[in-house]
T-cell receptor, first 110, second 114 residues
């Protein structure tokens, strides 16, 4: 049981490039989330999903898109990366009341 | 919208000192409350949570937190910290019917000197 996994762990992009972050969970959880973590700001919710095929915007959705084609996977896309998107990205999942977090992806946009 | 405040951004303690980290939230209805810990280079791990019942909640590694509804607070405590408690601590809240959407505080970075 791997829990929540994220790929890649690190990535450096140039402004304007695109990329996709993958989150996978093997706990059969319905709910999945993408957060970004910035110093002094805690974690802020980007997008979330309440089930396969559904997504919704969180607190800071601009510049990101998501997809949940399979229950176990939740993808976060950056179509045209900007330096303001330099951050650590965490995925989480839950089926009831407690969210379980992945190890994070550190993204730098130059 | 819900907000969560952690007033201590950085705390430095010596080993064996007592710890109390403040957490206040803004929502006046039913809430679920959490404390997460993030050790250096690692992901967030759940320390403890409160949903209902006894307002004094005990978590892992000797941590506890007290829910005081009248003060909108959920402060984290530990009687005697260890060097291994050096980490960042996050308070988080979900509203009663908000579908598990967590709102996080800004975090408190704790350094314990050996």
């Amino acid at each position: 049981n791997a829990g929540v996994t994220q790929t890649p762990k690190f990535r450096v992009l140039k402004t304007g490039q695109s990329m996709t972050l993958l989150c996978a969970q093997d706990m059969n959880h319905e709910y999945m989330y993408w957060y970004r973590q910035d110093p002094g700001m805690g974690l802020r919710l980007i997008h979330y999903s309440v089930g396969e095929g559904t997504t919704a915007k969180g607190e800071v959705p601009d510049g990101y898109n998501v997809s949940r084609l399979k229950k176990q996977n939740f993808l976060l896309g950056l179509e045209s990366a900007a330096p303001s998107q330099t951050s650590v990205y965490f995925c989480a999942s839950t089926s009831t009341d407690t969210q379980y977090f992945g190890p994070g992806t550190r993204l730098t946009v130059l | 919208a819900q907000s969560v405040s952690q007033h201590n951004h950085h705390v430095i303690l010596s080993e064996a000192a007592s710890l109390e980290l403040g957490c206040n939230y803004s929502y006046g209805g039913t809430v679920n409350l959490f404390w997460y810990v993030q050790y250096p280079g690692q992901h967030l791990q759940l320390l403890l949570k409160y949903f209902s019942g006894d307002p004094l909640v005990k978590g892992i590694k000797g941590f506890e937190a007290e829910f005081i509804k009248s003060k909108f607070s959920f402060n984290l405590r530990k009687p005697s910290v260890q060097w291994s408690d050096t980490a960042e601590y996050f308070c988080a809240v979900t509203e009663g019917n908000a579908g598990n959407m967590l709102t996080f505080g800004g975090g408190t970075r704790l350094m314990v000197k050996p």
